[in-house]
């Protein structure tokens, strides 16, 4: 999955620890379901020190980026967006169905970076 070159400069990969396979190592894989289960939960705390309010949720974020994606002008496939955000394909032609077998990293990295952040002064304490 392509990461947003802002985030890159921002230094995003600084936080994967050498040798291990997922950037946020420290959120196992849980046997009640996938990995996002316990980041959510995970998020959920975090968000209460630092003041956000109840109503914004870890899917909050997912729901913005599908929305401006889907509201921004450009060639933006509603596929690859979907495939971004993993969710289950919004097109149900039967040329999506039957005859597409994926798509590529390069629409993926184009969806990305058609994401736009704000600017940031993010302060690491060490």
Known sequence: MPIHSTLLDWGILDFQKEGEKFLFSELKTPKSGPRGTDFGRNFSKFKTTIGLPAAIT??????TV????????????ELWIDALLGHEFSHKSQGTMTYL????????????????????????SL
């Open 58 to 63: 870890f899917h909050s974020f997912r729901h």
């Open 66 to 77: 599908s929305t401006r994606l889907r509201n921004q002008a450009g060639d933006l496939r």
């Open 101 to 124: 077998s994926g798509i590529t990293t390069e629409n993926l990295r184009q969806t990305v970076e058609a994401v736009r952040y704000p600017s940031l002064y993010l302060k690491r």
